[in-house]
């Protein structure tokens, strides 16, 4: 595959940078990629894992002469970085991010974005529980979706460029507005987030059940809460922080139904459990 970008610059190097990295120097889909993170140990270990080309020691080292940088930093830190790399950036380049969480970024960082610089927030709906610079690995995004909320005025050729390179490592893509992602996201991964959290913490708390007993007797759904829970606290923070009025809204609905069939569980009414269960057995099988 031909190079896609002269020079790619990413800026965080965890998880999906770090696989970003993998994937664009295995695949030869830029001619450099070049690394800067905040903190100088993961910089240290990305250097001795060599990770990237070139790592940096700032992020406006990082993005000159950058065709496309990436913001792959937790949702909170986006500003400060759009706003410390914003006069340093190529005339022409592209700046995106793979924030799980877009209208509020988009709100932090399109202020800072200069003129002549093309702004296309994107989302790979791929991950791990696993953070840091070690996290990352080629195939994340094979076969998963990832999503690109492009502005109304945003040049067309810099999103088709885009798709181009995410295409090429092999994912999905789709285009939706800012606020609808940040709703099916609320649904599909935000609460189901917070609700595995919040499990484990219930188990955590119980007394008359040991830690052992849960792991040790833990079926499928338990297990996978628990990997769900050892997800990167400040990522999921700043989701929940940025995500608020979708979150909230998705839990509300779901305390209201929990309540229903609590009240038909305390109650005895078993049809109305069997006939809850069959409508959502019906929707796992229409997608599926
Ligand atoms: P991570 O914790 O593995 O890595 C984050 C990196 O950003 C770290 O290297 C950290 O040192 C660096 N960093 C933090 N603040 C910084 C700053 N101010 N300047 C420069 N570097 C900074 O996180 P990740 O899983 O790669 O997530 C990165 C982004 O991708 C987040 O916005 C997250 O919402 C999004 N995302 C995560 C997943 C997932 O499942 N992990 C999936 C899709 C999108």
């Not at 940025?242 to 139904?257: P, Q, S, V």
């Given at each position: 595959m031909s190079a896609i970008y002269d020079r790619v610059a990413l800026i965080g190097l965890g998880l999906i940078a770090g696989s970003m990295a993998h994937a664009i120097r295995e695949g030869g889909l830029a001619r450099e990629v070049v690394g800067y993170a905040r903190s100088a140990e993961t910089r240290e270990t990305a250097r001795e894992i060599n990770l990237c080309d070139r790592i940096v020691d700032s992020a406006a080292e990082a993005v000159a002469d950058a065709d496309l940088v990436v913001l792959a930093v937790p949702v909170g830190a986006m500003a400060a970085v759009a706003a410390d790399i914003a006069p340093h950036l190529k005339p022409g380049a592209t700046v995106t991010d793979v924030g799980s969480v877009k209208q509020s970024v988009i709100d932090a960082v399109a202020p800072h974005i200069p003129q002549g610089i093309h702004f296309v927030p994107g989302h790979p709906l791929?991950?791990?529980?696993?953070?840091?610079?070690?996290?990352?690995?080629?195939?994340?995004?094979?076969?998963?979706?990832?999503?690109?909320?492009?502005?109304?005025?945003?040049?067309?050729?810099?999103?088709?460029?885009?798709?181009?390179?995410?295409?090429?490592?092999?994912?999905?893509?789709?285009?939706?507005?800012?606020?609808?992602?940040?709703?099916?996201?609320?649904?599909?991964?935000?609460?189901?987030?917070?609700?595995?959290?919040?499990?484990?913490?219930?188990?955590?708390?119980?007394?008359?059940?040991?830690?052992?007993?849960?792991?040790?007797?833990?079926?499928?759904?338990?297990?996978?809460?628990?990997?769900?829970?050892?997800?990167?606290?400040?990522?999921?923070?700043?989701?929940?922080?940025?995500?608020?009025?979708?979150?909230?809204?998705?839990?509300?609905?779901?305390?209201?139904?929990?309540?229903?069939?609590?009240?038909a569980i305390r109650m005895g009414d078993g049809q109305q459990l069997f006939d809850y269960f069959t409508r959502t057995r019906a929707i796992r099988r229409g997608i599926i």
């Open positions: 791929a991950g791990t529980e696993h953070s840091g610079p070690r996290a990352g690995f080629a195939s994340l995004f094979r076969n998963r979706w990832w999503l690109l909320t492009p502005l109304p005025d945003t040049d067309p050729a810099a999103v088709d460029r885009l798709t181009d390179l995410v295409r090429a490592m092999g994912a999905k893509t789709d285009r939706m507005e800012p606020a609808h992602h940040d709703l099916v996201l609320a649904v599909t991964s935000h609460a189901p987030h917070l609700i595995a959290f919040t499990m484990v913490g219930v188990a955590d708390h119980l007394r008359r059940v040991t830690d052992e007993e849960v792991v040790q007797y833990s079926a499928a759904g338990f297990r996978d809460f628990t990997r769900i829970a050892a997800s990167d606290p400040t990522m999921w923070r700043d989701v929940f922080l940025h995500n608020k009025d979708a979150t909230l809204d998705i839990l509300g609905r779901f305390t209201e139904e929990l309540f229903v069939l609590q009240r």
